[in-house]
């Protein structure tokens, strides 16, 4: 199956005593606005870091597309395909807007030899991975020398770069802040920038965390509206976590739930709301009690 | 889309962009040297300042940009230093047949100048391979250990004149030669920094997580940016070891490495005309003061060497004063034109 981008399958990981996660498994295709939530510390920032290489899963296995990632570096699962946003918004501050878009931008294009050609011969693995290797440092010393005497070619490509940040900064909306330092951005439009920042490494997946987060009412409908724009303009497959519940309900076709690392429900919007299981891990059973018909298929 | 214009910047085409500087440069040096190369206090003196400056601004590169605490920057320059300064001193009556004895000399030198870069690099890559492991002050202490184990290293080898150092290396530096290297130092700086390579080292200061995250393969710049560092550090050695009558192991100590990563906190950690500044204040300030407190006692230069003495306390009470004004540095992460006024044409960071 090629076309099913992002693929976690049975993925537990355990610090110490703690099961963070345990037997996780996703599946996101082109096209698909997926939803994980889930109460404070059920493992949802977890369930990204492990996909995205932060952490190494305990057990299981993640793949992206149709490669298998565990033990790879974050950078090496980005240049895959797989980009992210943070939930305690990481840009780089002191860096301008453009700045911050056009680092993501890097080595888009290789000039000797090409980004497929690498993955293909690092797939291989063994000797023809080694050579792979060398051919990347090849490619990396050889950007460095035509950024030092400053070649056309150098010169066209950082032009090209710089024209993409800028088109993706439109499409974000935050083209009239392409020289502001990104620290000095509202919230809402760091969020933003965040975003426009993943898109820049050309991800096939997008993982959003908590992009709502700190937005007033007004600018969590934008962001509805803008994620679905994304998934149809980049052709993308989106897994968003989120605590707001409308902005979840409202845009993702399937939701998955945590608590305490394990999936507990999983389906579509409606199904989800009237879970048993979910209401009890998000109210609390005594609310259950005293509601007796609440969670029961047909009842809300 | 690949083929978007090169924005056309005040008429010079793409192709000379790049080599322009470089023919400025010569041609200024060349008029320098002609100028001035006849004035001896003031090409060691200036000499002197472009060593400090060459230092200043390739740690910059590493503390500055990169954002990784290097404080060993002495044991990369007396790596250079003491290659640079054996392979002159063996080959001092060699040349080459068929040109003229200070062509072929030249030659040699640049060759012992390549050489101790080269050297000093590989240090650079030695020591950077546990910056993949290390950050903040822990880096910082292997660094600084560095720097020590370099210095007692030169100062049990027969061949590097043990405590004694190296003397009699000829003297073949010149204001054209030290001038051409800070010139390239920069150029390779500012270069660096509004390139992509800058850019993903600008990223990994501000958040090496996000960075790592958005596809820049971290450990190999900062193993780069250690490696571009001390190569620098290795030729500023080199070029000293060519304009002092001796070299010891005591002309690269902590209190070196301390004293150029005060003109980069001085300078502000980033900003490379603060590091030129930084260099170039911190480095006449002694010799100013040198000069006006043997003037104060009447031509008794014992007062002059007391001052000499304190000025490492000097230095950090200047520090101390700075972080508690201006804990940015001078420039902070900007460039001199960043903050000059408005009439100015102003240029945006990160773009070349």
Known sequence: ?300 | METAAVPARAGVPPMLRGILPVLLALAVLSLAEWAFGGWPFFVYLSSIVGVAIIAAVSLNIVNGMTGQFSIGHAGFMAVGAFVAGRFSLDFHDVGLSGVPVGFSDQLFFVLALLLGGLAAAACGFIVGLPSLRLRGDYLAIVTLGFGEIIRVIVQNTDAFGRALGLSGIPQRSSLFMVGFWVFLTVLTARRIASSSHGRSLWAIREDEIAAEAMGVNTTAYKVRSFVISSFFAGIAGGLFAHFVPIINPGSFTFVRSMEIVVMIVAGGLGSTTGAIIAAIALTLLPEAMRTVFTQLSGGDASLAQKVDQIRMPIYGLLLVVLMLVRPQGLFGTRELWDLLPRWFPRRRKGVA
């Open chain 1, 1 to 300: 199956m090629t076309d099913v981008l992002l693929k976690a399958d049975q993925v537990s990981i355990q610090f110490g005593g703690l099961r963070a996660l345990s037997g996780f498994d996703l599946e996101l295709r082109k096209g698909d606005l997926k939803g994980l939530i889930g109460p404070n510390g059920a493992g949802k920032t977890t369930a990204f870091n492990v996909l995205t290489g932060v952490y190494l899963p305990t057990s299981g296995e993640v793949r992206v597309g149709g490669q298998r990632v565990n033990g790879k570096k974050p950078h090496q699962i980005n240049r895959l395909g797989l980009a992210r946003t943070f939930q305690n918004i990481r840009l780089f501050r002191a860096l301008t807007a453009l700045d911050n878009v056009k680092v993501a931008c890097l080595a888009d294009e290789k000039p000797v030899f090409g980004a497929e050609r690498l993955a293909a011969l690092h797939a291989k693995g063994g000797w023809s991975g080694k050579l792979a290797g060398g051919f990347e440092a090849w490619n990396n010393y050889y950007d460095w020398w035509r950024a030092l005497l400053l070649t056309p070619g150098f010169q066209r490509e950082e032009a090209s770069l710089t024209r993409r940040a800028e088109e993706l900064l439109e499409v974000m909306g935050l083209s009239h802040r392409r020289d502001e330092e990104a620290r000095n951005l509202p919230y809402g439009e760091q969020r933003r920038l965040e975003i426009a920042r993943a898109l820049g490494t050309r991800p096939k997946v997008l993982l959003l965390d908590e992009p709502a987060a700190g937005m007033n009412t007004r600018e969590k409908a934008d962001l509805m509206v803008l994620i679905r724009e994304l998934r149809q303009r980049f052709e993308l497959g989106i897994l968003v976590i989120e605590h707001d519940m409308k902005l979840v309900m409202g845009i993702c076709e399937n939701i998955t739930v945590l608590d305490h690392g394990e999936i507990i429900a999983r389906g579509d919007p409606a199904a989800v709301r009237s879970d048993r299981k979910v209401i009890e891990a998000y109210l609390g059973d005594s609310y259950l009690e005293s509601h007796p018909h609440v969670g029961t298929p047909g009842a809300a």
